[in-house]
């Protein structure tokens, strides 16, 4: 059982940034795929960026990208998502989970998630 624990939301302005941390206790994060997803109110979950096990590589939202950048930081074991130039449209419930995903697709059927953490883009 992998458990994994989102922190870093809250409340933000337009065009401000958010870094967003998830780190797992009891296993390596650098075995698994990591995932960031979000779901805003009355809508479907979708997947935001994620991060391969095997060679690194990195997908993300198209409306994300160049604004969303998601790393590892191995020594303390988390799985980092750095929002910049936050929009409206960018409000929602983000959580971390473990899946899998290469550089143009994201497997949604995500096998451990975490509890989510709140991020409100809000003028």
């Known amino acids: 059982q992998v458990q994994l624990v989102e922190s870093g939301g809250g409340l933000v302005q337009p065009g401000g940034s958010r870094r967003l941390s998830c780190t797992a206790s009891?296993?390596?994060?650098?075995?698994?795929?990591i995932g960031w997803f979000r779901q805003a109110p009355g809508k479907e979950r979708e997947a935001v960026s994620c991060?391969?096990?095997?060679?690194?590589?990195?997908f993300y939202k198209t409306s994300v990208k160049g604004r969303f950048t998601i790393s590892r930081d191995n020594a303390k074991n988390t799985v980092i998502l750095q929002m910049n130039s936050l929009k409206l449209e960018d409000t929602g419930v983000y959580y971390c989970?473990?899946?899998?995903?290469?550089?143009?697709?994201?497997?949604?059927?995500?096998?451990?998630w975490g509890q989510g953490t709140q991020v409100t883009v809000s003028a």
């Open positions: 009891g296993t390596s994060l650098d075995y698994y795929a």
């Open positions: 989970a473990v899946t899998r995903c290469d550089s143009t697709y994201v497997d949604l059927t995500a096998d451990y």
């Open positions: 991060i391969s096990s095997s060679d690194g590589s990195t």
